[in-house]
């Protein structure tokens, strides 16, 4: 009883904290008069958002559809980097460090590249998402398969293992936690890329919204549109937390029965 009234209320503090921003929010633009396209009302953002929801509906798919394509698609090479990586220590010695050397230089300084190779289309945009979102995948998956246990490993072997049985039954249950890890952070991000590659070039998305309607000093509407790019990202990061407890909630419950 008491874990599930816990778990009820576990929300409260931070639904309070929202409401207390709100306020905030609202109140401070009246008291100190605060220009709309600097920092409208947030009953003027809602209210903008609810008179142009069609128009943001569209521009909502769009966006959500190039984070989730370049999203799985990140998921796709950077579990199959992380994996060549592991099994080949040529790999390991050049193409890890040449994966961690590529954050140093900037996202942004790339992605007129892509432009550049894909045009205006969608792919532009998912290019840009995979630069934000295969890094963090990639590493912590690697990361992930490094830390299994040798022991059991060696174990496996004397038992007559094969190599298919090492990596399926050892390796990637190991590299699950550390892989979630990354695909947490990446999907939190992949938002940002297809934003950012809509500023570079499109005709549709939030990320154009955002920039035609502060091209005309739209306060509100450009606030409206970057709440729901932050719905957007909350809403892939927490399908991904989900999917992590259901994939990895059996072990957590075997953990709690072994105490």
Same mark, same amino acid.
């Given at each position: #009883? &008491?874990?599930?009234?816990?778990?009820?209320?576990?929300? $409260?503090?931070?639904?309070?904290?929202?409401?207390?921003?709100?306020? /905030?929010?609202?109140?401070?633009?009246?008291?100190?008069?605060?220009?709309?396209?600097?920092?409208? @009302?947030?009953? %003027?953002?809602? *209210?903008?958002?609810?008179? &142009? +929801?069609? /128009?943001?509906?569209?521009?909502?798919?769009?966006?959500?559809?190039?984070?989730?394509?370049? $999203?799985?698609?990140?998921?796709?090479?950077?579990?199959? !980097?992380?994996?060549?990586?592991?099994?080949?220590?040529?790999?390991?010695?050049?193409?890890?460090?040449?994966?961690?050397?590529?954050?140093?230089?900037?996202?942004? *300084?790339? !992605?007129?590249? #892509?432009?550049?190779?894909?045009?205006?289309?969608?792919?532009?945009?998912?290019?840009?998402?995979?630069?934000?979102?295969?890094?963090?995948?990639?590493?912590?998956? *690697? %990361?992930? $398969?490094?830390?299994?246990?040798? %022991?059991?490993?060696?174990?496996?072997?004397?038992?007559?293992?094969?190599?298919?049985?090492?990596?399926? +039954?050892? +390796?990637?249950?190991?590299? #699950?936690?550390?892989?979630?890890?990354? /695909? @947490?952070?990446?999907?939190?991000?992949?938002?940002?890329? *297809?934003?950012?590659?809509?500023?570079?070039?499109?005709? &549709?998305?939030?990320?154009?919204?955002?920039?035609?309607?502060? &091209?005309?000093?739209?306060?509100?509407?450009?606030?409206?549109?970057?709440?729901?790019?932050?719905?957007?990202? #909350?809403?892939?990061?927490?399908?991904?937390?989900?999917?992590?407890?259901?994939?990895?909630?059996?072990?957590?419950?075997?953990?709690?029965?072994?105490?």
């Amino acid at each position: #009883m &008491n874990r599930r009234g816990s778990g009820k209320h576990a929300h $409260l503090p931070v639904l309070a904290f929202v409401l207390l921003l709100a306020a /905030l929010w609202e109140a401070g633009t009246s008291v100190f008069d605060v220009p709309h396209y600097i920092v409208p @009302k947030l009953t %003027d953002v809602f *209210a903008s958002m609810w008179e &142009n +929801k069609q /128009l943001l509906g569209k521009h909502f798919a769009v966006t959500l559809w190039e984070s989730l394509l370049g $999203l799985g698609l990140s998921v796709l090479f950077g579990t199959l !980097s992380a994996g060549w990586i592991e099994s080949s220590g040529l790999a390991k010695k050049t193409i890890y460090p040449l994966i961690v050397g590529s954050q140093t230089i900037p996202i942004i *300084a790339i !992605s007129p590249i #892509m432009v550049m190779w894909f045009g205006y289309e969608i792919w532009s945009k998912v290019a840009v998402v995979i630069l934000f979102t295969f890094f963090p995948i990639a590493v912590n998956t *690697a %990361d992930g $398969l490094r830390s299994a246990d040798p %022991d059991i490993g060696s174990l496996m072997r004397t038992m007559g293992a094969r190599k298919r049985d090492l990596y399926l +039954k050892w +390796k990637i249950p190991s590299a #699950m936690p550390g892989f979630f890890t990354g /695909l @947490k952070m990446a999907a939190a991000i992949s938002v940002g890329g *297809a934003t950012l590659g809509e500023w570079l070039g499109g005709e &549709n998305g939030l990320g154009m919204y955002t920039k035609r309607a502060s &091209n005309v000093l739209r306060g509100e509407a450009v606030f409206s549109g970057v709440l729901l790019l932050s719905v957007m990202g #909350m809403m892939l990061f927490f399908a991904v937390q989900w999917l992590e407890r259901a994939s990895l909630g059996h072990r957590r419950s075997e953990v709690n029965r072994g105490k």
